[in-house]
């Protein structure tokens, strides 16, 4: 049986980033993906029209359902559109401590569209981060939420800071916990930009817990993965390109 992974994320009809990347990735990693909906979304490879959280309650019992029947080993949350859907999710991780949390906190999509506003800020930092096991935000949600000593003083355990937002020829990748920086790793700066890159990591650092790794391994399969599904990626439409999940090496 695989590792059972419980993602909660927005859908993406391009299936380049939120829900249908989580799947992908978790599929493609050898894992049994099950889905909460928080969110449905207009959108193209170019940006997202628009955003329509999905109530608390109804999260709820969409989780409280799989969970009844499924023991998970790892879940992984990423676009958490509404304070009301942070916290909903937060009852639910408390609830189960023993399993690991990836949370990307995605403020934003890739062209700069809003996709949290201050209220889901400041519930991400109160409910949220505490139950994390790593967090994975780039430099510009980092910065957002206080940098990384704030996230890890809110009870993260692990904070993977990614550079793919910098401008520097090689993108640095950044792990820390309470003691400092644990790991940097430098990947070449692929051209062009990607649709999903961070739920590709996110979800691929979740699946890697659930098969056992600790997590530092797990952060440095996890990048090596999504370097080589940027590397493969492809376009289906004007905008901008999208990672191939299942390359062959």
Partial sequence: MPPIVLTFAASDPTGGAGLQADLLTLAALGCHPLSVVTGLTVQDT?????LEPVAGALLTRQANALLAESKVAAFKAGVLASPDNVRAVAAIVARHKNVPLVLDP???SGRGDTLASDAVRVAL???LIPLTTVLTPNTLEAKQLGGAQ????AGARYVLVTGTHDDTAEVINRLYDRGGLV???RWKRLPGSYHGS??????AVAALLAKGRAVPDAVREAQDYTWKALAAGFKSGAGQMLPNRFFRP
């Fill in 198 to 203: 961070g739920c590709t990591l996110a979800s």
């Fill in 125 to 127: 930092v109160e409910a």
């Fill in 150 to 153: 704030r996230m890890l003083d």
């Fill in 46 to 50: 170019r940006g997202v029209e628009s």
């Fill in 106 to 108: 995605v403020l934003a």
């Fill in 183 to 185: 790991r940097e790793d």
